[in-house]
């Protein structure tokens, strides 16, 4: 029940950051396109974010030295953090996104 609760507050935070209502008219196509929208930009952020930690895997075993190899492993721990949140964002979006049904042909 707990997970139900914090779930709560994570859909109504991807709702609250988008600027709608707590309990908007989801089927609305403004309110689709704005989700898909939301959904393009983050899905932009993760790849974004891949490279970066792509990079720093690169330099963590290019380093010898262990004053950068805690630098970049600093960084690489902040790009976990970041890639877990941003791809809970996206599964908590996409439980809002309405699927469109294809049309019958006819």
């Known amino acids: 029940m707990a ?6 507050e994570q ?3 991807v709702l609250e950051q988008l600027a ?3 309990s908007p ?4 196509s403004s309110v689709q ?18 490279k970066i930690k792509e990079g720093a895997e690169n330099l963590r075993r290019a380093t010898t030295d262990r004053r950068n ?6 960084v690489l ?3 976990d953090r970041k890639l877990r ?4 964002r996206l599964q908590h979006l996409d439980a809002h996104i309405m699927v469109k049904e294809p049309e019958e042909s006819g």
């Open 77 to 79: 721990r902040g790009s």
């Open 25 to 28: 008219d989801l089927a609305a």
């Open 20 to 22: 709608l209502d707590p």
């Open 85 to 88: 949140q941003l791809h809970s």
């Open 33 to 50: 396109q704005r989700l898909d929208e939301e959904k393009e930009r983050i899905r932009r952020e993760i790849r974004k974010e891949l």
């Open 11 to 13: 859909s109504w935070s």
């Open 3 to 8: 997970n139900d609760s914090v779930q709560g």
């Open 69 to 74: 190899l805690a630098s970049v492993e600093s």
